[in-house]
């Protein structure tokens, strides 16, 4: 899950070394921290939140074949 969202983020924003993902693990949940450069802020999370809803479902998509759950945390 931590790659795929990586990628997904490291093609949204202009500045891709900035991408960091935190990972938190347990049983049947996954946590995903993202942190993005403050400027690409905006572009992860979209208008209304659209990239960011958009994201997670993919996200969470991938989540179900392992029979996981992923929380996906965009942070500063």
Same mark, same amino acid.
């Given at each position: 899950?931590?790659? !795929? @969202?990586?990628?997904?983020? $490291?093609? @949204?924003?202009?500045?891709?070394? #900035?991408?960091?993902? $935190? #990972?938190? /693990?347990? /049983?049947? !949940?996954?946590? @995903?921290? @993202?942190?993005?450069?403050? /400027?690409?802020?905006? $572009?992860?999370?979209? $208008? #209304?939140? =659209?990239?960011?809803?958009?994201?997670?479902?993919?996200? &969470?998509?991938?989540?179900?074949?392992? &029979?996981? =759950?992923?929380?996906?945390?965009?942070?500063?």
């Amino acid at each position: 899950m931590k790659e !795929l @969202l990586e990628h997904i983020a $490291k093609a @949204l924003v202009d500045d891709p070394d #900035q991408v960091e993902i $935190k #990972q938190v /693990e347990s /049983e049947r !949940l996954i946590v @995903l921290e @993202l942190r993005v450069a403050p /400027e690409d802020m905006g $572009k992860v999370i979209g $208008k #209304q939140g =659209r990239i960011a809803k958009a994201v997670r479902t993919v996200v &969470n998509a991938a989540a179900i074949k392992e &029979n996981k =759950r992923v929380v996906v945390e965009i942070v500063q």
